[in-house]
């Protein structure tokens, strides 16, 4: 009887068994790197935050030089007494509908290694008539507390920063739900 498993003419390629271990690792390694970007999402997007610097132009001033021959002085001329005119009308100004606190959701993350800070600032949140739709962690860099909008949203959000002492406004970059208001907090907020 003959084994059908056995070629005498035909040799298979093992790889050694530190090869396969190398790929295995290898591939182990790059799906959960892969895993972890897919997840996490990308925190890479810089995230730019107003500010209010007064921005300095110059511009360029005259100077005087001496002229070789003396310049005329004007004469005076007499000047008109202005008639009054008639005062413009005020143009009502268009004012924005106040706020519902309770019909916007919010979410609060913490991009500090403060325990709670989130937690505390989701309480205040709350307080102040906000409907609080979360608290956790942010994974990144942010330079100061500050409240992202999604589009459709900044009234809301300037709202809540106003309401929290934030001075900082944002649209939301890529990596925050663009759903709801979110406050990355980097200290306490009153």
Do not use: C, K
């Amino acid at each position: 009887m003959s084994d059908h498993r056995r070629t005498v003419t035909r040799r298979a390629f093992v790889l050694p068994s530190w090869a396969l271990v190398t790929s295995a690792v290898v591939v182990l390694l790059g799906a959960g790197w892969l895993g972890w970007i897919v997840v996490e999402g990308d925190d890479t997007a810089a995230v730019a935050a107003p500010t209010s610097s007064p921005s300095s132009t110059t511009s360029p001033t005259a100077s005087a030089s001496p002229s070789a021959s003396p310049s005329p002085t004007p004469s005076p001329t007499p000047s008109r007494t202005p008639s009054p005119s008639p005062s413009p009308t005020p143009t009502p100004t268009r004012t924005t509908p106040p706020v519902d606190r309770s019909a916007v959701p919010v979410s609060v993350l913490n991009a500090t290694r403060t325990p709670g800070l989130a937690r505390s600032a989701g309480a205040t949140v709350t307080a102040r008539g906000w409907t609080l739709a979360g608290v956790g962690n942010w994974r990144g860099y942010v330079p100061a507390s500050t409240v992202y909008y999604p589009a459709g949203r900044e009234a809301e959000a300037r709202q809540l920063a106003a309401d929290l002492g934030v001075s900082a406004v944002a649209p939301a970059p890529a990596g925050i739900n663009r759903q709801r208001l979110t406050l990355i907090v980097v200290a306490p907020v009153t």
